[in-house]
Antibody
Framework: EVQLVDSGGGVVRPGGSLRLSCAAS????????MSWVRQVPGKGLEWVSG????????SYGDSVKGRFTISRDNAKNSLFLQMNSLRAEDTALYYC???????????WGQGSLVTVSS | DVVMTQSPLSLTVTLGQPASISCRSS????????????LNWFQQRPGQSPRRLIY???NRDSGVPDRFSGSGSGTDFTLRISRVEAEDAGVYYC?????????FGQGTKVEIK
């Protein structure tokens, strides 16, 4: 059974940093690109970042470019999102998603809540 | 970025009746490299993560009931539910993954009466 388990969320002050993790199981992790999607509570979905299977090609949405870094460890079947210089508008539920590029979204994690507040 | 516009944004449907959601993209979603159209539909029930229902316009994901169907081409797409059930309540999103960055529609809230 495919599983994506998100972790690492929490409360952080503006300007602070946080690192999200996603533990994958039930499939060959390095066969797939992976992505992060966020959702402000009660609002819609926003694609944040994506990474190819090998980890050498990454992409970011304009709202997080230069502040967030996506990475992966294929040996540990894990996906990461390093979030720096956090702003109040980054407050959201962050989902790990299987797929990047044209194949996208057949499995989602349960989400990790990030709250940026002073 | 490709803008995805859904309509209606809210829909109330009687149990057992059909429902239809429209999604329009600001650019064609035909992927030049392979000729496929990467238009997806997601369902998000209250308190749950999104779940993909449809990929490449009209292909149902495993386990998705056949009352859900997708159609369309180019820039105009539709998700149909043939006979709505209580468990279909939630928000539905179209999403394109043909062009970078992937973009979602605003969501359509479906309520059942």
């Amino acid at each position: 059974e495919v599983q994506l388990v998100d972790s690492g969320g929490g409360v952080v002050r503006p300007g602070g940093s946080l690192r999200l993790s996603c533990a994958a199981s039930g499939f060959t992790f390095d066969d797939y690109g992976m992505s992060w999607v966020r959702q402000v509570p009660g609002k819609g979905l926003e694609w944040v970042s994506g990474i190819n299977w090998k980890g050498d090609n990454t992409s970011y949405g304009d709202s997080v470019k230069g502040r967030f870094t996506i990475s992966r460890d294929n040996a540990k079947n894990s996906l990461f999102l390093q979030m720096n210089s956090l702003r109040a508008e980054d407050t959201a539920l962050y989902y790990c998603v299987r797929g990047g590029g044209v194949w996208f979204g057949d499995y989602w994690g349960q989400g990790s809540l990030v709250t940026v507040s002073s | 970025d490709v803008v995805m516009t859904q309509s209606p944004l809210s829909l109330t449907v009687t149990l057992g009746q059909p429902a239809s959601i429209s999604c329009r993209s600001s650019e064609t979603l035909i992927y030049r490299s392979d000729g496929n159209t990467y238009l997806n539909w997601f369902q998000q029930r209250p308190g749950q993560s999104p779940r993909r229902l449809i990929y490449k316009v009209s292909n149902r994901d495993s386990g998705v009931p056949d009352r859900f169907s997708g159609s369309g081409s180019g820039t105009d797409f539709t998700l149909r539910i043939s006979r709505v059930e209580a468990e279909d309540a939630g928000v539905y999103y179209c999403m394109q993954s043909t062009n970078w960055p992937q973009t979602f529609g605003q969501g359509t809230k479906v309520e059942i009466k």
